[in-house]
């Protein structure tokens, strides 16, 4: 069975850090392109970040660039998001997702590019 799990979320205040991780079982990630998305209550879903199969192409939101980062390690076969000065606006449940990637440099921003979702992880940033 085919499935992402993500952990690392909690309540945390401005200004702090947290990394998120997205860990696959029944399948290897080394053939998948992995983003992150984020829903915050009454809001639709969006995305916050994506990197390819090789590592290589990594893409951000705006709103989270040059305070989030992604990365990967294949051997572990786990995604990770390094989240960093935290605001309030960053409260969310954040979902990662894997599309199957043709292309080692292939990235999709598109949520209906992503087949396999996770349940989801909350981050609440609040004084």
């Known amino acids: 069975q085919l499935q992402l799990v993500e952990s690392g979320g909690g309540l945390v205040q401005p200004g702090d850090s947290l990394r998120l991780s997205c860990a696959a079982s029944g399948f290897t990630l080394d053939y998948y392109a992995i983003a992150w998305f984020r829903q915050a209550p009454g809001k639709e879903r969006e995305g916050v970040s994506a990197i390819s199969r090789s590592g290589g192409r990594t893409n951000y939101a705006d709103s989270v660039k040059g305070r989030f980062t992604i990365s990967r390690d294949n051997a572990k076969n786990t995604v990770y998001l390094e989240m960093s000065s935290l605001k309030p606006e960053d409260t969310a449940v954040y979902y990662c997702?894997?599309?199957?990637?043709?292309?080692?440099?292939?990235?999709?921003?598109?949520?209906?590019?992503?087949?396999?979702w996770g349940q989801g992880t909350q981050v609440t940033v609040s004084s």
């Open positions: 997702a894997a599309a199957v990637a043709y292309g080692r440099d292939w990235l999709g921003l598109a949520q209906s590019n992503y087949g396999h």
